[in-house]
């Protein structure tokens, strides 16, 4: 079975510029996440989606915005991009509330650079 | 909040011995996951194994185990037999279930294996 896809795997942006990261989940997974691993950090929660609504937020920018669309896929927008949003951009994705099985399936992440 | 301590920074095991990598977590709840992913140079993320805090029973997945000890809210990673493809980072990480299912990730300990 296809696991988590996101695109793309690579972005360069300069600095200013938008950026959009897209997901698509495992398929019949109703819930996405999103996380931001900057260069020798751990990985920091920035949003979830349960059944396309929002279900969580963690320390995600004013600059970025999120939605999951009705397929389930996700994207995640990012606008005013500065050199310090350079990162690895994973998302994740599972059964939702109430079945959940204990397991979030990551996609290989998007590596976004800002020059 | 939650939050997941791991002290090790760096470790380091001959092939073929074993290896315990440790973490701790600060939780009031008491139904949740608590996770060991890898990430190798790829970058991707791996799961190693998982537990369930209403679980008693160790958690093993081959050559990897756990010793899951919830009152004192700690949960160490035993890599027996090590082999030159677990040099990576491994990051520990807690999920409260709760509307949202995030992961909580400890800064993560580097393993170098030597042959």
């Known amino acids: 079975a296809a696991g988590v896809i996101q695109s793309p795997r690579h972005l360069i942006k300069e600095k200013r510029e938008t950026a959009t990261l897209k997901c698509y989940p495992i398929s019949r997974h109703d819930t996405v996440y999103w996380y931001q691993q900057g260069p020798g950090q751990d990985p920091q929660f920035l949003i979830s989606f349960y059944e396309k609504m929002q279900s969580d937020k963690g320390s995600i920018p004013d600059r970025f915005s999120a939605q999951q669309f009705s397929d389930y896929h996700s994207e995640l927008n990012m606008s005013s991009l500065e050199l310090g949003d350079s990162a690895l951009y994973f998302c994740a994705s599972s059964k939702g509330q109430g079945v959940f099985t204990g397991e979030l399936f990551f996609g290989e992440g998007s590596r976004l650079t800002v020059l | 909040a939650q939050t997941v301590t791991q002290s090790q920074p760096e470790m380091s095991v001959q092939e073929a011995e074993t290896v315990t990598l440790s973490c701790t977590y600060d939780?009031?709840?008491?139904?949740?996951?608590l996770f060991w992913y890898k990430q190798p140079p790829s970058r991707q993320m791996i799961l190693v194994i998982r537990?369930?805090?209403?679980?008693?029973q160790n958690a093993t997945e081959n050559r990897f185990s756990v010793n899951f000890q919830k009152a004192a809210k700690s949960f160490s990673l035993k890599i027996s037999d090590s082999q030159l493809g677990d040099a990576a980072m491994y990051f520990c990480a807690f999920l409260r279930l709760t509307y949202g299912n995030k992961l909580v990730f400890g800064a993560g300990t580097i393993l170098r294996v030597k042959s």
């Open positions: 939780t009031s709840e008491s139904d949740y996951y």
């Open positions: 537990q369930e805090a209403y679980k008693q």
